[in-house]
């Protein structure tokens, strides 16, 4: 893109500010500013308005689960008709792994961190021998895809090669970069961080499919025969990752998606719900639910909304393209957005001060036709990181790992 182009785009959105410092960027720092600015999405400016804007639920209806007990009675038919498929090379796996660790006072990517308290056990490497033990049973590898964000790549893949991929094959490792959608102020102006830097942040979690796309890695996963993507984020320490019992069960319902759930530790718990929408299958966050509908019962007492989701999700990947070229709802959410003041002083807020964009993964789940909502067990697979103390945290998580056998 050419300095007159950038000019150009931005003039039809009101944002020629972003060329403010052009002229005291040396070569090399204004070409990576024309970059930014030609990947800049300025359709989302039109989302602000009169600030947030979020779509109201429609029909809720409650949804019930594949129980553990169930499961219990058809396990080695599932496992069977996943391990079938996983060494057919049609599941592949995708960390979401952009995130930081500054909540747990870790200012590395959040898979860096260091979950032993006798030897050096680190989140990444923990994952990864939870997905071996999958690949050890099938005696077959399992694609592994990486998400990073801009800020954290270079530090997650020096960190996988430092540590020889934690002994997994690295030729089904691959990963890619989230797309960045760009920082506001509530007039809707972009910020800036830096006098060749535009504020941006990730795209939110929604956004892994079409960042693996945009990356061509869909092309890889043809090529490899995947069929079914088993998405699951960083956070959880526990969980089983292309679990052939899940992904049998999946395939034996015929439904075009698989959620993994826990039952609800108390109706306030603050998780998001599987259910029905109109019809169709969704996730309802906690504060998107009426009192009633949290503490609403069944004839035998049991709560009628009563599965939680732990980000951890099976979709087959025909559908995936389907949805991808249709319209995902962008959420627009406040933020403490660092920015540079008209002296070109870097500012960090204390209070929010603008709206960044984000998709999220439970929209998708909104737009398949079915999910086969499949229940866990909470100790033996649901263990996020979240905190530094307390519910869901470092210290939460490393009791529940012990108690699984876990060597710490």
């Not at 500010?17 to 999405?41: S, T």
């Not at 030729?171 to 910020?191: C, L, N, R, T, W």
């Not at 009563?306 to 406040?334: D, Q, R």
Request: net charge negative.
């Amino acid at each position: 893109m050419t300095y007159e182009e950038a000019k150009k785009k931005l003039a039809l959105a009101g944002q020629e500010h972003l060329l403010k410092y052009y002229d005291e960027l040396d070569a090399g720092q204004q070409e990576n500013l024309l970059g930014q600015i030609e990947k800049l999405d300025l359709s989302l400016l039109q989302l602000i308005g009169d600030g947030k804007i979020e779509t109201a639920k429609g029909k809720l209806e409650p949804l019930g689960a594949v129980t553990i007990e169930e499961i219990a009675e058809k396990k080695d038919i599932y496992e069977e008709k996943g391990l079938e498929a996983v060494r057919a090379g049609k599941v592949g796996a995708v960390l979401l792994a952009g995130g930081q660790g500054t909540r747990l006072g870790l200012d590395k990517p959040k898979g860096m961190l260091n979950v032993g308290m006798t030897k050096e056990l680190y989140l990444f490497e923990q994952i990864v021998a939870n997905l071996m033990q999958v690949v050890k049973k099938a005696d077959a590898w399992v694609p592994l895809f990486i998400m990073t964000s801009e800020k954290n790549n270079a530090d997650t893949t020096g960190f996988f090669e430092e540590h020889d991929y934690f002994g997994y094959n690295k030729d089904y490792i691959y990963f890619f970069v989230q797309e960045m959608a760009p920082s506001v102020s509530y007039e809707g102006k972009i910020y800036m961080e830096g006098k060749d830097k535009l504020a941006t942040s990730p795209n939110g979690n929604g956004g892994w499919f079409s960042s693996m796309a945009r990356a061509g890695l869909l092309e890889k996963g043809k090529e490899l025969g995947v069929e079914w993507l088993n998405v699951f984020s960083v956070d959880n320490v526990l969980q089983k990752i292309a679990d052939p019992v899940f992904v049998g069960a999946t395939i034996v319902s015929g439904c075009i998606c698989g959620a993994k759930v826990v039952a609800k530790a108390d109706p306030n718990e603050k998780v998001g719900v599987l259910c029905m929408e109109d019809g169709k299958p969704s996730i309802v966050e906690y504060y998107e639910m009426t009192d009633e509908i949290i503490h609403s019962r069944d004839e035998q007492g049991k709560l009628l909304y009563n599965y939680g989701v732990i980000l951890n999700y099976l979709f087959e990947v025909n559908t995936l393209v389907k949805i991808m070229n249709e319209n995902m709802p962008v959420h627009v959410v406040e933020k403490k957005i660092p920015y540079i003041d008209e002296n070109a002083q870097l500012v960090k807020p204390t209070e929010p001060n603008g709206y960044k964009f984000e998709t999220l993964i439970l929209d998708m789940i909104h737009m398949v036709d079915n999910c086969l909502s499949f229940e866990v067990e909470r100790e033996k697979e649901f263990a996020p990181i979240k905190n530094r103390t307390g519910v869901d945290s470092l210290d939460s998580a490393r009791e529940l790992m012990q108690r699984n056998g876990i060597l710490l």
